[in-house]
Nanobody
Framework: QVQLVESGGGLVQAGGSLRLSCAAS????????MGWFRQAPGKEREFVAA????????SYADSVKGRFTISRDNAKNAMYLQMNSLKPEDTAVYYC?????????????????WGQGTQVTVSS
C-alpha cells in the first residue's frame, strides 16, 4: 500500500497560480503511476492529469492542457501539480491518486489509492 497526503490548496484570484503537492509514504513510490483528479460540489470526480512511473509520460484533460503541469520527484516520494492561469471553473477539491499498474490511467476507477483532498477555490 501507499499513503498519500495532498497540500498546497487555497484561495486564489482568477489568473493566479498554485502548486499542489502530494507526499507519499509506504510502498516504493516509483512503482506507482500517479494522477490528479478533482471534484466540484454536485459533480462527478474528473481526471486532471497523470504521470508515468518514471515521469517520462504525462496526460492532461483538455480543460487544463497548457495551463497545468504535472511532475514527480521519485527521490522525494512526491508529486506536484503546477496550476497557472487559474479560472473559477477550476474550483474543486483536488485529489492525489496512485495505481500499481503500468499505463497512465484517466478514470478514477483505475486508481487504487487516494489522498484526502485539498480545496482549491478560484475567485473572479
Amino acid at each position: 500500500q501507499v499513503q498519500l497526503v495532498e497540500s498546497g490548496g487555497g484561495l486564489v484570484q482568477a489568473g493566479g497560480s498554485l502548486r499542489l503537492s502530494c507526499a507519499a509514504s509506504g510502498r516504493t513510490f516509483s512503482n506507482y503511476v500517479m494522477g490528479w483528479f478533482r471534484q466540484a460540489p454536485g459533480k462527478e470526480r474528473e481526471f486532471v492529469a497523470a504521470i508515468s512511473r518514471s515521469g517520462g509520460r504525462t496526460s492532461y484533460a483538455d480543460s487544463v492542457k497548457g495551463r497545468f503541469t504535472i511532475s514527480r520527484d521519485n527521490a522525494k516520494n512526491a508529486m506536484y501539480l503546477q496550476m497557472n492561469s487559474l479560472k473559477p471553473e477550476d474550483t474543486a477539491v483536488y485529489y492525489c491518486a496512485a495505481r500499481s499498474g503500468t499505463y497512465v490511467g484517466t478514470t478514477p476507477n483505475e486508481y487504487n489509492y487516494w489522498g484526502q483532498g485539498t480545496q482549491v477555490t478560484v475567485s473572479s
